[in-house]
Nanobody, 116 residues
Framework: QVQLVESGGGLVQAGGSLRLSCEVS????????MSWYRQAPGKQRELVAT???????NYADSLKGRFTISRDNAKNTVYLQMNSLKPEDTAVYYC??????????WGQGTQVTVSS
């Protein structure tokens, strides 16, 4: 069993920054990738960024250059640094981990609201 706890969401003005954190605990052996997703009201959940155990990263094309995913293996924590935020970035952001062979776990989500 894997538990994920997100933090760092909140209200920010357009152009501002936020850093989300997701601490992973439990049976963390076998994690192959950690990701951030987001879901805006009335829209489908979409992938924001992924970082593998080896450190490779992947981003949604529309977010490259503004968002950065990173991880601290010693703290079992993944981060999402979000800069130059826009109102359209408003969403609930979810942490996700992939555990070998192919299981997925989700956090409870953290609200990010960007005001214009």
């Amino acid at each position: 069993q894997v538990q994920l706890v997100e933090s760092g969401g909140g209200l920010v003005q357009a152009g501002g920054s936020l850093r989300l954190s997701c601490e992973v605990s439990g049976s963390i052996f076998g994690i192959t990738a950690m990701s951030w997703y987001r879901q805006a009201p009335g829209k489908q959940r979409e992938l924001v960024a992924t970082i593998t155990t080896g450190g490779s990263t992947n981003y949604a094309d529309s977010l490259k250059g503004r968002f950065t995913i990173s991880r601290d293996n010693a703290k079992n924590t993944v981060y999402l640094q979000m800069n130059s935020l826009k109102p359209e970035d408003t969403a609930v952001y979810y942490c996700n981990v992939r555990v070998a062979p192919l299981r997925f776990y989700w956090g409870q989500g953290t609200q990010v609201t960007v005001s214009s």
